[in-house]
């Protein structure tokens, strides 16, 4: 449901005073969210108490409160998270906003809880939020839209896809909007985030298209070596960016994945 209210906020369906509703960081709580990151101590020290002890004694101001919420929280999304500036600002601005519904002074614990366990790359909806802002800054900035078109032979399936340039087909898979990236959402899996340690989101370039879409890397070819049944022209969705003279390119989704993440034991301990 957390995931769902997130992803839901970054298509523009649910306002996000709502979606943060779900997460009960609305007012009247008086708690701060669970956080496993570092910066939970340093948050919990400037909790509400902390502030209302220092407005009490004159130490500090509500302006003052609202300036070191705003430190922290930008903070973690440039030093912790790994933001850019621009991002940064663009997830700042959204959870101030008033539609938000955050109580003042809590931004960076909502941040921080958002962020889940990064270490582990947990995400709680941070990553969610980041792509749509990243999204609303490149159609500022005059990123083009390219358009591909997909062909899933297994369930006689095929569609056109739209995203940014830049965007790879993974990002358009977890945060594209439209109905095409609905569709590719339902036949690629992205298992490890984007960082060529599975091959779940394998596919196969059409022929004449291969030169532009451009050559596997030696280690994103070692993945595809592990592929379901790989082709001369075969790449990983996460590797593939937009790029204006691709146009028109044509994909394959195979019948099939290896998700090599099935085979790994874990202690239930």
């Known amino acids: ?39 939970s101590a340093r948050i919990q020290r400037l909790g509400p108490k902390y502030w209302q002890r220092a407005q009490s004694s004159g130490l500090a101001s509500e302006e003052e409160e609202m300036d070191v919420d705003e430190v922290e929280t930008r903070r973690f999304l440039s030093e912790e998270a790994g933001y850019g500036p621009e991002i940064v600002d663009g997830i700042v601005r959204a959870l101030q906003s008033p539609s938000s519904g955050i109580p003042k002074g809590r931004m960076a614990a909502v941040v921080c809880s958002l962020a889940g366990r990064l270490e582990v790359g947990e995400d709680a909806g941070l990553e969610v939020l980041a792509k749509s802002v990243e999204m609303d800054l490149k159609e500022r900035v005059g990123k083009e839209k390219v358009s591909f078109h997909v062909k899933v032979p297994h369930v006689k399936q095929e569609f056109k896809v739209q995203g940014f340039e830049g965007m790879s087909l ?100």
Do not use: Y
Not at 6 to 17: C, G, H
Not at 26 to 35: A, I, L, V
Not at 200 to 227: N, R, S, Y
């Open 170 to 269: 993974r990002d358009i898979a977890q945060h594209g909007r439209g109905h095409g990236a609905e569709m590719l959402r339902e036949v690629i899996e992205c298992a490890c985030s984007g960082v060529m340690a599975c091959s779940t989101c394998h596919v196969i370039v059409d022929p004449e298209w291969f030169d532009k879409v451009g050559h596997p890397t030696e280690e994103e070819q070692d993945m595809i070596d592990l592929a379901f049944d790989p082709q001369d022209t075969s790449r990983l969705g996460c590797q593939i960016e937009l790029a204006k003279a691709m146009e028109g390119f044509v994909v394959t989704i195979p019948a099939e994945a290896n998700n090599l993440f099935d085979h790994i034991p874990f202690d239930d301990k």
């Open 1 to 39: 449901q957390r995931k769902l209210s997130m992803a839901l906020l970054a298509s523009r369906r649910l306002p996000m005073q709502h979606a943060l509703r779900q997460h009960n960081w609305m007012s009247g709580q008086g708690k701060f969210p669970m956080c496993k990151s570092p910066m």
